[in-house]
Structures are given as C-alpha cells and as structure tokens.
C-alpha cells in the first residue's frame, strides 16, 4: 500500500480532498489505523507494567529491598511522564505521525538493551531510557486522532485507545509472569524490542499521514499554552483527577500481587497472574464510552465512573473471599475503563485551540501517577493492612469525585 505523504508546506493536517476519498478514508483506512493503533498502545504502554511481577526477583537477584526494586518501575515511569513535556514540541515541528514512527523504531533498538544490564542501577538506568523514548506515543495518537478523524468517530477511537492503554497494564503482568522463571527476565525485553520495531513498520505502512508541524511560531509557545491550560481552573481539576486514575490503578495492582501470594489467598505465580488476567472483563466497556457519553454526557459518566470505581477499590480490600476480590477488580477496572476517554474528550473541549498542549500535560499526569502508584500502595500495604491500603486508593478517588462536581458544575 502506498500512504500519500503530505506536502503542505503551512503544515495544515492532511485532508481528505473529497467526499469519495472521506468516505474511503472513513471506510477502510481509519478502521486499519484504529486497529494498528491499539496494538501499538498495548505494546508501548506494556513497558510500564512488565517489571511489576518482575520485582521479587530484582530484589533477590540484586540484594536489595523491594522498594528500591520498584524502581525498575518507577524509574521508567518518571522518565516517561517528563518524555511527554520535554519531547512534545517535536510534535509541532514534524508531525504527530513521524514522531509515532521514529519514536517505536528507536524505542525497538533501546529495549533490548535493558536485557544486557547485569546490575540493578544499569537495568533502572536504561529503564528510563526506555520511558523517555515512549513517551513519544500517547500524546501524539490522542492528538493525532484528532488531527485525522472526524469528528464524530473521535470519542469511540480514544476509548478503543484507553482500552489499549488499560489492556497494556493486565497484558504487561501476563507477559512479565511468563517470563520467569524461563527463558528469563532480559527476554521480556528482547521481545518487547522486536514488537516496537514490528509497530513502527505497521503504523507507517498503515496509518494515514499527518501533517508535517508547524514553524518556529508553532513549536515555541507550547509551554506557554501549558502553563495558560493549568489556570483554567476547570482543567486544573480534570488534571488532579488524571493524576488519580493511574495512580490507584498501577498502585492497586502493585499491591495485589503481595495481598494474593500472603494467607488467606497464599496462590502461586500463576493464580496471581489469572487473577490480573481477570480485570480484562472490566475493559469491556471502554469502546462503548462514545455511545454512553452520547446518551448520558460526559459530566454525568465522569462522576458515575469515578463512583464506580472507588467502590470497586474499596470491596478489593474488604473482600472476604478470592471470588469477591475478582470480582470488586473486574468493577475497579471498569470503572477506570470509562473514567480514561471521558476525561481526555473533556480536556480537549476545555483546551480548545490548545489541544496538542493538553495531551501533552494530560498524559505526563496521567502516567506521573503511575510513576508514584507502586511507592505508594507498596508503603502504605508495609504500614497497615490490605484493608488500609486499598481503602486509601479508595478515598484518593472520592476526592477526585468531589473535583468532578466542581469541573463539571454548569
């Protein structure tokens, strides 16, 4: 297939040029696109969650405590979420595509690498280096939907993107607990390596082309457009509640691979892994999140999921049983599901001109929260109980609920 390169030297996004070309445009290639999308999101984000199963055996592997070997996971987190503000005018100079393209083919060459590190500072280290050059992704596919679907697909694309992003942080577990204890934890990131070369060649044979960034005028104001984003007070609440989302979702999950090996549950590597497995249900409603939005609103189905999902994290630490534990996380993630597109198509109606700018801050809060999700859930399950810990994710998103009513207040 041959994908038509744009041209345009103002750097206007590319469009179709008729009605004939929207319609194939909207019947065969977005489709694809939307497709390869996804699987690239899965296989980016992955990387944020492979080393969460993986951190036992840092710890015994490297002699050190497992707070420190969390920072396999943390450190990749941190040098991601600041790879969204530091990276996001390339985007304006050379396109939302190109980055995408560039970014997978080098992050398929720097994976690798974190295989051959035989020291825990080395395997953080190049962890970081692996976020960084991630970071390329999320920002740029949330603003280049944007740039290159209509407007009425728009919504029902980010949710098949959010699910991609959530199904990343169930499918990096399973991989990373397939891996150990054979063949071993350097080819997970061997793997992964092949993976970000395959998405590059995918995405750019596959998805269409946007267009090239613009000038100087363009790229410089970027962080001024930021910084304008973070006085709207509105935003500046959708933004605390971004930081939120992740936070207790990557926390959680850093803390239940500890509350399931311990009395009563006491299940081994695989029971945990089938229980993680197991939020995959919740994911199912993410697609839909356009259709629900189109019929509730989205201030409505903000509130409603932030509900649902606090409840869902609370059950997790009261549950007397593994089958009621399964089932409170299916509900914690579903509610999670819905809160990620929702809160994205409400920042780009509050940013207006200035989207680009508020994927950028929107995903650098985003995962700055998973960043800190393990290191907190991990000392708050070492000062308490399950119960406690669970019960202060719980609590962070009621706070987040009381932000919605205010950001959403007519």
């Known amino acids: 297939m041959t994908i038509a390169r744009n041209t345009n030297p103002k750097g206007a996004s590319r469009m179709p040029k008729s009605a004939a070309e929207a319609q194939a445009l909207s ?3 977005l489709p694809v696109a939307t497709a390869v999308l996804v699987w690239c999101g899965v296989a980016v984000v992955s990387s944020l969650y492979v080393a969460l199963p993986m951190n036992a055996m840092f710890a015994e592997t490297f002699a050190v405590s497992a707070e420190l070997a969390a920072w396999t996971s943390s450190g990749f987190s941190f040098a991601y979420a600041a790879g969204f503000l530091l990276l996001a005018p390339l985007a304006a100079r050379y396109g939302t595509w190109r980055i995408m393209v560039a970014g997978l083919a080098i992050l398929g060459l720097v994976t690798p690498l974190i295989g051959l590190m035989d020291s825990l500072p080395g395997v953080i280290a190049m962890r970081a280096a692996q976020g960084f050059v991630a970071a390329t992704f999320a920002p740029n596919a949330l603003t280049y939907i944007a740039e290159v679907y209509p407007a009425d697909k728009r919504i029902a694309t980010v949710g098949f993107l959010s699910t991609g992003f959530l199904l990343a942080g169930i499918v990096g577990q399973v991989f990373g607990s397939l891996m150990l204890p054979a063949p071993g934890w350097p080819y997970a990131f061997y793997v992964l390596g092949a993976a970000y070369l395959i998405s590059a ?27 304008a984003l973070l006085r709207n007070k509105r935003l500046a609440l959708l933004f605390f509640i971004a930081l939120t989302l ?41 697609p839909f999140t356009g259709a629900l939005a189109a019929r509730f609103g989205l201030p409505r189905m903000l509130k409603a999921a932030l509900l649902g999902a606090s409840v869902g994290l609370a059950a997790i630490g009261l549950s007397a049983s593994l089958a009621a534990l399964v089932v409170s996380s299916v509900v914690f993630v579903a509610g999670i599901s819905v809160l990620i597109p929702t809160l994205v198509s409400l920042a780009g109606q509050q940013a207006g001109s200035a989207r680009g700018a508020a994927m950028a801050m929107y995903s650098f ?29 719980a609590l962070l998103l009621l706070v987040s609920y009381a932000c919605a009513i205010a950001a959403t207040r007519p």
């Open 27 to 29: 019947l065969y290639r």
């Open 201 to 227: 060649a995918l995405l750019g044979l596959f998805a269409p082309a946007s267009g090239r960034g613009g000038g100087e005028s363009e790229r410089l104001p970027i962080y001024r457009q930021i910084g």
């Open 246 to 286: 992740f936070l207790v979702f990557v926390g959680m999950y850093a803390a239940l691979g500890s509350v399931l090996a311990a009395p009563p549950y006491s299940l081994d590597a695989d029971g945990i892994m089938l229980v993680r497995a197991a939020g995959i249900v919740g994911m199912a409603l993410s």
């Open 365 to 393: 809060i985003l995962f700055l929260g998973a960043t800190l999700g393990p290191l907190v859930s991990l000392r708050l399950l070492h000062a308490g109980s399950a119960l406690i810990a669970f019960g202060a994710l």
